[in-house]
């Protein structure tokens, strides 16, 4: 009978053993399921399309049946107007997203303090993404004169329709990241004697890297979306400071220059790639 007795229980154990592995099983096997569409939605709607891009740059004559090399390489990268058109969009990006994550962090400090006039920042921090861009860019006309977007300045423009129209979804990001920080480690921090500024670098950066990191990521995306704005402002060819990458790409489309157009494709998408998975990277490596 003791022997019954101690045998019993370890025949439960693993008979609930068992059932935590089949349950585990059983979620693999339904998470496997409902990412599977996605993964073939990718394969099949982007890595192959962009695989027979990648193929298309190497060639030359009707169906890119001429392999070439790196000829087609060398010439997109030896045109002037694609140097212009990748160092402003390097430029756009370079001064864009750090100060959208910059402005987004701190309306998103400001709502969660609850501060003087947070409410109504709250209520209509959304407001541009329901806006149509062509009525937006009509009031941008509107508001400066013509030669300001005939000038350098359309550049600056430009830069504020991407801050203004983007900072809000940023903002709602980081909010939601602030709200899973708990009080009381500021709570603690006020204990030991700590300042607002060393709350802010010490508690409230830290813990909010992985919102910052996502919003860099979707900021980075979402500045090639401002190719709408700069075309409306200033049609196919605008001024040479908002000459953008996407312009480049369009203008070589409509000549049918699909040779160039693949280059320029795999450059363009290289770069943003790369910049995604730095960013990741960089996340994934903090403790």
């Known amino acids: 009978m003791p022997e019954l007795k101690r045998s019993g229980p370890i025949w439960m154990n693993k008979g609930k053993q068992n059932r935590q ?10 998470g496997g399921a409902l990412f599977l569409p996605i ?3 990718t394969v099949l709607f982007f ?38 058109a990748a160092g402003n969009t390097v430029k756009f990006l370079a001064l864009g997203v750090p100060a959208l994550l910059v402005l987004g962090l701190l ?26 861009i ?18 350098s300045r359309a550049f600056w423009v430009l830069l504020a329709l991407y801050l203004w129209k983007n900072c809000g979804y940023i903002t709602v990001l980081l909010l939601a990241g602030l709200s899973l920080i708990p009080e009381e480690l500021y709570d603690t921090a006020a204990i030991e004697g700590a300042n607002r500024r060393q709350k802010l670098f010490g508690i409230t950066l830290p813990l909010l890297a992985p919102s910052l990191s996502f919003s860099a990521v979707l900021g980075v995306m979402n500045s090639f ?32 220059n699909y040779a160039r157009l693949a280059v320029a494709s795999v450059l363009t998408a290289l770069p943003i790639v790369l910049a995604t998975v730095c960013i990741l990277w960089y996340q994934r490596r903090r403790p």
């Open 47 to 84: 890595a192959l399309p962009f695989c027979m891009v990648v193929g298309y740059s190497f060639g030359l004559g009707g169906g890119q049946a001429r392999f070439v090399g790196a000829e087609n390489y060398i010439k997109v990268l030896a045109s002037e107007s694609f140097r212009l």
């Open 39 to 41: 993964l073939a939605g």
């Open 107 to 132: 309306l998103a400090l400001l709502i969660h303090a609850a501060l003087p006039g947070s409410r109504l920042c709250g209520n209509t921090i959304l407001l541009p993404l329901v806006l149509p």
């Open 21 to 30: 592995l089949s349950l585990h099983k059983r979620r693999r096997l339904v």
């Open 134 to 151: 062509a009525s937006i860019v009509m009031v941008v006309e509107w508001l400066i004169p013509a030669p300001a977007l005939e000038s």
């Open 225 to 256: 979306k401002s190719y709408r704005e700069a075309f409306l402002l200033g049609g196919k060819y605008p001024h040479e400071s908002i000459y953008l990458l996407q312009h480049f790409l369009n203008n070589n489309f409509e000549n049918l």
